[in-house]
């Protein structure tokens, strides 16, 4: 069992910045691929950012490329979103998820811990 738990998340405006953390315990993530996914009230959870193993390997959703970055500090079993130049659009509940697997994918049914989510509100 992986227990993931997010913070980081709150109220911001428009062109803020926000840093989300997603600690993980009950076991390590060295060897693990993470992901940060989100949903907005009335729309389906979307596939926002994933970082393989090692962190030399990301992906990103087309609209938040060139404003959030993804990382993973091992010895700290944490993966962290650092999100910039936020907008309206990025309001939702953001979800941290750990995989079985080294390696990144964007399907959300291929991962098999979720946190419980962090909520991040941008006003424009």
């Known amino acids: 069992q992986v227990q993931l738990v997010e913070s980081g998340g709150g109220l911001v405006q428009a062109g803020g910045s926000l840093r989300l953390s997603c600690a993980a315990s009950g076991r390590t993530i060295r060897s693990n691929a993470m992901g940060w996914f989100r949903q907005a009230p009335g729309k389906e959870r979307e596939f926002v950012a994933a970082?393989?193993?090692?962190?030399?390997?990301?992906s990103y959703l087309d609209s938040v490329k060139g404003r959030f970055t993804i990382s993973k500090d091992n010895a700290k079993n944490t993966v962290y979103l650092q999100m910039n130049s936020l907008k309206p659009e990025d309001t939702a509940v953001y979800y941290c998820?750990?995989?079985?697997?080294?390696?990144?994918?964007?399907?959300?049914?291929?991962?098999?811990?979720w946190g419980q989510g962090t909520q991040v509100t941008v006003s424009s």
């Open positions: 998820a750990f995989r079985y697997s080294l390696d990144i994918t964007p399907n959300s049914r291929e991962y098999d811990f």
């Open positions: 970082i393989n193993w090692s962190g030399g390997t990301t």
